[in-house]
């Protein structure tokens, strides 16, 4: 009864408030009085201990007490405190009912409410009016109360405690929470319902509130967050990070990382291993065992509607979980459609009964339209619908197909679905969202504010939305949707479903009339049911239409709305647990479909019922138990339905129901009892044959969580989540309580002699307990460790270990079993999937075959009595799934050999080196978190003192610079680590992959293009079966090693297709497409080397599965929906069904198994051919080995089968061989002589006219013709360990140089993008440098040697050990003087100095011992840089050191002193020049080189983020911005500019690639730049041109020199004399002002003014002189040049005179310096003097102007005389250059004489002689 008036006032807000049980107080009591385990204080010690009122004490007494003595001991104080501050929301819910149920009749009342509601609204956040507590109070109650007796069950409140998270902050006010844990999810509150007690808009009529019409309206979504990260972990994604992709909350995180890391039970763990266990390679390895779902019990009916149909063939058509169901009625069987991740909420029959169309749930649902015959996907469609696909219907032709969202705004989507058809992509060139006229889109919009129930169509263009209390009228024409809500509605009420009687619309409502509609006009009411109406189903041919209702009647009606019949579903034959109708349906002769909201599937023929299937219906299904003696097995739920299933027949053979929801179920050892554990603490139990109640037990009153028999049937345990284990004995009393656990006991084991029990809760522990005793065995996991356990069922254990994702948070995996055999674990986990473990499985990670279709949490599996069979059940999805269990003995003893084969070290190059157990090259990256470099900066000193003087830096030099890069050209090919990945398109270009890109190579222009889509290594790349597409997939970025990119993208345009991530780790490794190319298969890189399959165009996973401990080197399909993958250990089989995946392991039979490397369809695609490490060519029938033989010495590389029946094979020993269907070899080519380097080949393919293109070890592509008689090599590339050496020729810029650790140095020509020359050294190296007169390179190598190669023989002509001579000290940096005479470098690995060596070029020894000079570092040396006159080097070292160095003196140059030192170059990282260039935060090692331009505008860097930046040079501003380019994928050691700065080579570390940039600012030759063509004569070995072309260049180019001085020396006469006329006019305008104003008694304006302005004459004069110095000392350098070409002839006469005038202009400079001395000192006492008149202006306070203005007209006089004198001396001075030209043309054509052109040895492999034809 409710409460009176007078007793609710006796109620006291503090009377139910815990003040003294906050957490900290709750410790603070544990440790005051609780340490001794003998205080057990009473009912009214506890008041006083803790200031609780009696009535909570009571109710505390009433939890904890759970002895029942009176007294709280100090174990269950433990236990109060566990619960009161960690208990889960169902538990503490709980603890708030009754907290509030003031009378103790297990319901809330009203009354009670306003108490809650009070406190919910005044809980610390504001006052409340007793009006607003009373209305929230009612909206609670009517929100909350499906049964509408105005009064609220516990389950009533805890479901709508959590729909409405905000109530939990009453817990807070109670100190239920920590104050933390209140905060969270009160805030997840804030997020789900935004707000404090949010109730739903649309709210239902008082009579409308139908339990299942609300689970139809508020269908359980989580934020969009949550949902995406449970549906990648549906996908196969069980890694535990917060990615960008928002994979995990922060919650979850959370608990994952705290439960991998911490792992509470491992000690325990530890302690358990069995004495007798012997580890074996195998143990992480997947079971021989397969499953195959047999058979669904269940039927989606509690939230969805007219979901049941015919097909074509008169089968069953229907849903439930995620899966999609055929039903054959005749034979009892079905078929399963797997394609969907999540439930299934909608479903529609196309007109042909052909084709069904089903949508999910989830943040991007999808839409599948599938065969009903073979239940395979058609179309697969995602976009634009968003959170759920709640609605779908075709139209009447078949055409279109309508959806509606489970988005707030109840989007509309019309789809043109044969559109969205993958099977033939020729036929879809792009994505919907790229190409508007191949989407399936026809039109999309927002749909009504209310909710939609139902969709009827009326033709192709029209339709009706049936919702609540409104009729919508939707219509679309050229892409626009049209809602129209319809009018004149009779009585406003939710209208339940709809369908067309000819143009009519027939609409059935809450009420059970029938509301009918012309056009959007209501016209008419029918009266059809007692309730509401729940479905209609139009008949054919306009012959009327069928209802069904609530009512459980259904009505035939014809066209004229007359009932014809009736049928009832309300028939005891029935026994429907549930008799209400859902979805009706009528067959081809009559017969009429029904399902049931009791979860019955009937069919009528004529009146009589027949019941085809049964299944649970209601809330969630847990109780699962084998029968211990026949292949039956039962279930009992939420539901309260007990039932005995039939495995060999799949029925129910009896069914029963419970008086309370069950929890868990048991069966005894003999069959003979049932126990139920109960939701109420009650436990049951029944008859295992007849399904009777034998006994009843109420002992506890908290719900029971764990139930078992032990083995001899002696006891029944029976946990609970009140933590203890109830022991009853054989006739059911309860004989023992045993303690332990410190939260909800979760599973439980017994020991086969029934003397022992292990047990796991909540708390993620393990104990042990004597069942003798009912005592805990403390070190139960040591003394138990050889125990035999007769069932195992714990999920946390040492033989449980590697059943655990990385995903996990401890709660994920809710049930696990072994099989009879004793050999595998199956799992049920909350992410709907079914595991199979190898059992033991004591190791980590271990792999596991996956299946999935349920799309609940899995609530239990277990195995069958006869072993032949898995049964797993569905918590929400309320499915009983029969699997058969399949068992693969054929392999399983290969199995054991392949596990222990020692073929490790059998494996070749970096490819399966790189990637052993994820270490290596793809090994999950992630950021560093750098060092001191931003903190120290060790060079700033040296950097300031060398900063030169007055430099003030302009207002924009720390913006990025305007000037560009474009790639041009990548000298590189992944032939390392990747085969088969180089291919043809349909339009003849070469497509392969290099660093982070896709290269699309034109053979006929060389010329190349690029997909840059990636920002890691492109490790693996496909071509679909159009040649128009391609697919690349890369390793991990850092940071991102979880997200790893697979592209598909165009050939031609490079426009991406689609962007596939989330599910691979550490790298994609292998790609292939289907034959059809509708789907794609990709192999990733982590522990299982899984598989996905993508339905690549709408993005999205078809199935993933896991494939093998031990690396995967190959796979591809044989068929649209199998495929094989081979690997180092295995070879599999697999088969395609939806998302699940099966698969068998080849059989070698007597074939020796070893590493398979390579394979391919040949023949036709009849027979499977595979490569392995020795050579042998396997070949397969099936799943078996019928024949192997050798083919080749060494490994088979690759595999590749010709449409004319031809299988190709290349090997390691560089031979392609050709075999014929009958497996001879037709031919055989050698590739050994088309190339000097590595051999080998990696990749073969084929176009249609029979040209071959194939891919070598040593990184070259070559093209074959004419059956390999003719060969092209068309790229070259490094190919071995690091690139790292880049150098330029400074006379041509067309050439430059490059080497690393393939030990080949290589001249590439820029113009002909090919490589000209080629040297092979004996050791690697990393620095190399090309003299400044382009005739010699230096190289120094890893092991301290310097070679000197001469370019024109390009021969090492002399080498010699430096002074770093142990194996870790290498050359890491070199560089040629500019006058070519020294050489310096130093060394990486010790603490180095600079070595110099004297360079002597023409003699025996072109390289000496000069000098070493100590730098001072206490690191290596990184980089270095020579001054323009060769006599200073500056250098940085590995400790961030920068130091300058004098070369004849053999010290160090103080910073001060290298201020106005001209750098030749500059590449250091640490300097003056460069402080702009590191990224905030960055370690002083991201940045690896600087290239300045020749211009010196530019700075380029190289850095280990794979980019090349331009800044501005010099770059002096602190994180100066940039332009980066990217391109390849790993560190870049090194980069130069051309010497016209047109071109920048960069080279990539790992990537082995040269990258060609061309720049936006360089000079081109042909338009005005550089000398080029005076050094092709010796640079260029191709080159053609003559001796007198040669001197003809030379003439013309000599003739522009003459005349540019002329023009400049013009341009300067006109300056100066501006400039004179300027500063007279600017001295005039100063003495009107001296005139007007008074002079100022401190220094004046124009005093510094003029200082400033001879500052600036000063500068000018310095700048003309360095010019003119400049211009002399290239003037000369030409001359040497010129008698370096004549060395050999005798000097004419007219030299004399050259050298005449060389010594007059050196007269002159001295000349100019004695007249500069007296101008300096002039202008020194003229300062000096102005100063005096300064302090004489203080001391009066006037001036006679007259004698200033006196002495400005003297200032000027002796101004304009300076100036006069400085323009003779530049006159001369040009007029000196004018006649050295003209010398110099008299001298030219006295000396110029035919000359023989040296004859150049040509390489074997040259450019003109390597294979063209």
Not at 1155 to 1184: E, P, Q, Y
Request: hydrophobic share 30%.
């Amino acid at each position: 009864a409710d409460l009176s008036i007078e007793q609710k006032n006796e109620i006291r807000e503090d009377q139910i408030k815990f003040s003294g049980l906050s957490p900290s107080n709750i410790l603070k009591l544990k440790a005051q009085y609780f340490k001794d385990q003998n205080f057990s204080p009473d009912k009214k010690q506890f008041m006083s201990l803790t200031g609780a009122g009696k009535r909570e004490t009571d109710i505390l007494f009433d939890y904890f007490d759970m002895d029942g003595n009176g007294q709280i001991d100090s174990y269950e104080f433990i236990c109060l405190g566990a619960m009161m501050i960690h208990a889960s929301t169902e538990l503490r819910s709980e603890f708030l009912f009754k907290l509030y149920d003031f009378d103790n009749n297990n319901f809330l009342t009203r009354d009670e409410l306003v108490f809650l509601m009070r406190n919910v609204l005044i809980s610390g956040r504001r006052s409340a009016s007793s009006n607003e507590v009373e209305r929230k109070t009612d909206e609670f109650l009517k929100s909350a109360d499906i049964d509408l007796d105005k009064k609220l069950s516990y389950r009533e409140f805890q479901n709508y405690l959590f729909k409405t998270k905000d109530v939990l902050g009453l817990l807070d006010q109670y100190y239920v929470l920590s104050s933390d844990k209140a905060n969270d999810e009160a805030d997840e509150g804030d997020r789900e319902g935004e707000g404090n007690m949010q109730f739903n808009e649309e709210e239902l009529n008082a009579d409308e509130m139908d339990p299942d019409l609300m689970r139809e309206l508020n269908r359980e979504t989580q934020d969009d967050e949550g949902q995406e990260a449970i549906q990648k972990i549906k996908e196969g994604a069980e890694f535990a990070t917060a990615t960008e992709n928002g994979l995990f909350k922060t919650e979850e995180v959370l608990q994952a990382t705290e439960f991998s890391a911490c792992k509470p039970w491992m000690g325990v763990v530890l302690n358990g291993v069995p004495s007798d266990y012997k580890p074996r390679k195998s143990d992480s390895m997947a079971p021989d065992s397969q499953l195959e779902l047999e058979f669904v019990h269940g039927y989606r009916t509690h939230d969805t509607r007219n979901n049941l149909r015919y097909s074509e063939t008169g089968e069953i058509v229907y849903h439930t979980a995620a899966v999609g169901i055929i039903y054959n009625k005749e034979e009892h069987k079905q078929r399963f459609l797997f394609d969907h991740i999540d439930d299934i909420i909608s479903i529609a029959i196309h007109p042909s009964k052909a084709l069904v169309a089903t949508g999910e749930i989830g943040p991007y649902p999808l839409i599948c339209v599938w065969d009903t015959e073979t239940a395979t996907a058609k179309v697969r469609i995602t976009g634009p619908l968003t959170k759920g696909i709640t609605h779908l219907a075709f139209t009447p032709d078949g055409k279109y197909l309508i959806a509606t969202a489970l988005h707030d705004d109840h989007h509309i989507a019309v789809f043109d679905w044969e559109k969205g058809n993958n099977t033939d992509i020729s036929e879809v060139k792009g994505k919907a969202k790229l190409n508007a006229s191949s989407s399936p889109i026809v039109a999309t919009g927002k749909g009504p504010r209310a909710n939609i129930l139902g969709i009827s169509m009326k033709n192709s263009s029209e339709g009706a939305l049936t919702c609540v209390k409104e009729v919508n009228f939707v219509s679309w024409t050229k892409g626009k949707l049209t809602v129209k809500k319809g009018t004149g509605m009779k009585k406003l009420q939710t209208i339940m479903c709809g369908a067309y009687n000819g143009n009519t619309l027939v609409s059935g409502t809450f009420s059970g009339e029938l509301y009918l509609w012309s056009g959007a006009a209501y016209t008419k009411s029918v009266k059809a049911h007692t309730s509401a109406v729940n479905c209609i189903y139009s008949r054919a041919e306009n012959n009327g239409f069928i209802t069904g209702g609530n009512d459980g009647m259904i009505y035939i009606w014809d066209s004229k709305y007359a009932k014809v019949s009736k049928l009832s579903i309300l028939d005891k034959s029935i026994n429907s647990m549930s008799p209400k109708v859902r979805s009706v349906c009528e067959g081809e002769n009559g017969q009429i479909l029904v399902g049931t909201r009791g979860g019955e599937i009937l069919e009528f023929e004529g009146t009589t019922p027949r019941v085809l299937l049964r299944g649970h219906f209601d809330n969630e299904l847990w109780g699962l138990a084998v029968h211990p003696k026949k292949d039956k097995y039962y279930t009992c739920g939420q539901d309260k339905m007990l039932a005995m299933w039939d495995i060999k027949t799949r029925v129910v053979e009896k069914f029963t129901s419970v008086p309370e929801p069950v929890e868990v179920m048991h069966i005894s050892p003999d069959a003979k009892n049932i126990a139920l554990g109960c939701k109420n603490g009650d436990l049951y139990i029944y008859d295992g044959s007849t399904l009777t109640q034998k006994a009843k037990k109420h002992d506890r009153k908290h719900p029971v969580s764990e139930i078992k028999f032990s083995p001899d049937g002696s006891y029944l345990a029976v946990g609970g989540v009140d933590f203890l284990v109830y022991v009853y004995d054989k006739s059911f009393n309860l004989i023992k309580k045993m303690k332990g656990h410190v939260s909800r006991v979760t599973h439980m084991d017994f020991s086969d002699d029934s003397s022992v029990m292990q047990s796991n809760s909540t708390s993620y522990d393990i104990l042990y307990h004597n069942l003798e005793s009912g005592k805990q065995v403390p070190g139960g996991a040591s003394a138990y460790k050889d125990e035999r356990w007769s069932s195992y069922t714990c999920v946390i254990g040492w033989a449980a270990q590697g059943i655990w994702p990385p995903c996990a948070s401890g709660d994920d995996i809710n049930a696990i079993d072994r099989d009879k055999d004793m050999k595998v674990l199956v799992t049920g986990d909350d992410w709907g999937k079914v595991k199979l473990f190898r059992y033991p499985c004591p190791v980590e990670k271990s792999s596991f075959n996956r299946y999935v279709g349920h799309s609940s949490h899995v609530t239990c599996v277990r195995f069958s009595h006869g072993n032949n069979h898995v049964l797993s059940t569905g918590g929400n999805d309320k499915a009983i799934f029969q699997w058969k269990y399949l068992h693969d003995e054929e392999v399983e003893e290969e199995t054991e050999k392949a596990a222990d084969m020692d073929n490790e070290d059998e494996v070749l190059d970096d490819e399966e080196n790189a990637v052993n157990a994820g270490q290596g090259a793809f090994k999950e990256e992630e950021m560093g978190e750098g060092d001191q470099f931003g903190a120290s900066k060790p060079f700033l000193g040296e950097v300031k003192g060398s900063t030169p003087k007055g430099y003030k830096p302009p207002k924009n030099a720390g913006d990025a610079p305007s000037e560009s890069l474009k790639l041009k050209y990548v000298h590189g090919y992944r032939a390392f680590d990747t085969r088969s990945n180089v291919k043809f398109s349909s339009d003849g270009k070469v497509v392969f992959h290099a660093a982070a890109l896709g290269v699309s190579l034109d053979k006929t222009d060389n010329t190349q293009t690029f997909f840059d889509g990636h920002d890691e290594d492109v490790v693996a790349l496909a071509i679909h079966p159009n040649k128009d597409i391609i697919a690349t997939g890369q390793m991990a970025k850092a940071g991102k090693a979880k997200l790893i990119d697979i592209y598909v993208w165009e050939v031609g345009s490079k426009q991406v297709r689609a962007n596939l991530k989330g599910f691979h780790l550490r790298a994609i490794r292998n790609l292939s497409f289907s034959p059809s190319g509708s789907k794609l298969l990709s192999g990733g890189q982590d522990d299982d080397n899984s598989v996905a399959v993508y339905d690549w165009e709408n993005s999205k996973i078809i199935c993933t599965s896991p494939v093998d401990k031990a690396r995967v080197m190959d796979m591809g399909f044989s068929e649209e929906n199998e495929f094989v993958t081979i690997g180092l250990k295995h070879i599999k089989f697999f088969s395609i069904n939806g998302r699940n995946v099966n698969s068998k392991k080849g059989i070698f039979g007597s074939v020796k198994q070893e590493a398979l490397l390579c394979m391919c369809f040949g023949f036709g695609k009849n027979t499977l051919l595979t490569g392995d490490t020795k050579g042998n060519l396997i070949v397969w029938s099936g799943r078996n080995a019928t024949k192997s033989f050798k083919s080749h010495n060494g490994a088979v590389y690759t595999l590749y089968a010709s449409k004319n029946n031809l299988v190709y094979t290349g090997g390691e020993d560089g031979l392609i061989k050709i075999f014929s269907s009958k497996l001879e070899v037709k031919e055989t080519i050698d590739t050994t002589k088309m190339t000097p380097f590595k051999v080998g080949v990696r990749a073969i393919d084929m176009d249609e006219n029979g040209t071959m293109v194939i891919g070598t070890r040593g990184g070259d592509i070559i093209e074959l013709t004419n059956g390999g008689k003719k060969h092209k090599t068309l790229l070259q590339s490094h190919y071995d360990t690091e690139l790292w050496a880049v150098t330029v020729n400074p006379k041509n810029s067309n050439l430059f140089a490059s080497g690393g650790g393939d030990c080949t140095l290589r001249v590439w020509d820029v113009k002909k993008s090919k490589m000209i020359k080629h040297l092979i050294l004996d050791q690697d190296f990393r620095a190399i440098d090309w003299s400044t007169d382009g005739k010699f390179l230096i190289v120094g190598s890893m092991m301290g040697k310097i070679y000197y190669v001469d370019y024109d023989s390009f021969k090492v002509i002399s080498s010699m050990q430096s002074m770093f001579k142990t194996s870790k000290q290498w050359i890491q940096e070199l560089k040629i003087a500019p006058n070519c005479q020294y050489v310096a470098y130093g060394a990486h690995g010790c603490v180095s100095k600079v070595e110099i060596l004297k360079v002597a070029p023409g003699t025996t020894k072109p390289i000496q011992s000069f000098s070493v000079i100590n730098p001072r570092f206490t690191s290596s040396l990184t980089h270095l840089d020579w001054s323009v006159d060769s006599a200073a080097i500056i250098c940085n070292s590995l400790a961030f050191e920068l130091k300058f160095l004098n070369v004849e003196a053999k010290g160090l140059i103080n910073a001060s002193g290298a201020c106005d030192i001209e750098w030749a170059t500059w590449t250091s990282l640490f300097g003056f020049p460069v402080q702009g260039i590191w990224p905030p935060e960055s370690t002083g090692y991201v940045v690896n080189y600087t290239c300045m331009s020749n211009n010196k505008k530019i700075l380029a860097t190289g850095d280990d983020f794979s980019l090349v930046k331009l800044f501005k040079y010099p770059c002096v501003i602190e994180k100066a911005k940039y332009q980066a380019f990217r391109g390849h994928s790993s560190h870049i050691p090194k980069i130069r500019f051309s010497s016209n700065d047109q071109y920048l080579f960069s080279t990539g570390g790992n990537d082995k690639c040269v990258f060609v940039w061309e720049t936006d600012f360089g000079s081109n030759p042909e338009e005005g730049g550089e000398d080029e063509e005076v050094a092709k004569d010796r640079d260029d070995r191709d080159g053609d041109d003559s001796e007198e072309e040669i001197s003809a260049k030379k003439k013309e180019v000599k003739k522009k020199s003459k005349k540019k001085v002329e023009e400049e020396s013009e341009e300067e006469e006109e300056v100066d004399t501006k400039k004179k006329s300027k500063k007279r006019k600017h001295r005039e305008e100063e003495d009107d002002e001296d005139e007007e104003e008074e002079p100022s008694p401190k220094k004046s304006r124009k005093h510094k003014k003029r200082e400033e302005e001879d500052d600036e004459e000063e500068e000018e004069v310095k700048s003309r002189s360095k010019k003119s110095k400049k211009h002399k000392h290239k003037r000369r350098d030409s001359d040497d040049e010129d008698e370096d070409e004549d060395e050999d002839e005798e000097k004419p006469r007219k030299h004399k005179k050259h050298k005449k005038h060389r010594k007059e202009e050196e007269e002159e400079e001295e000349e100019e310096e004695e007249e500069e001395k007296p101008r300096k000192k002039k202008h020194k006492k003229r300062r000096k003097e102005e100063s005096e008149e300064d302090e004489d202006e203080d001391e009066e306070e006037e001036k006679p102007r007259k004698h200033k203005k006196h002495r400005k007209v003297k200032e000027d006089s002796e101004e304009e005389e300076d100036e006069e004198k400085e323009s003779k001396r530049s006159k001369k001075h040009k007029k000196n250059i004018k006649a050295r030209l003209d010398d110099d043309d008299e001298l030219e054509e006295e000396s110029e004489k035919p000359k023989k052109s040296k004859k150049k040895k040509k390489d074997e492999y040259d450019d003109e002689d390597q294979g063209d034809y």
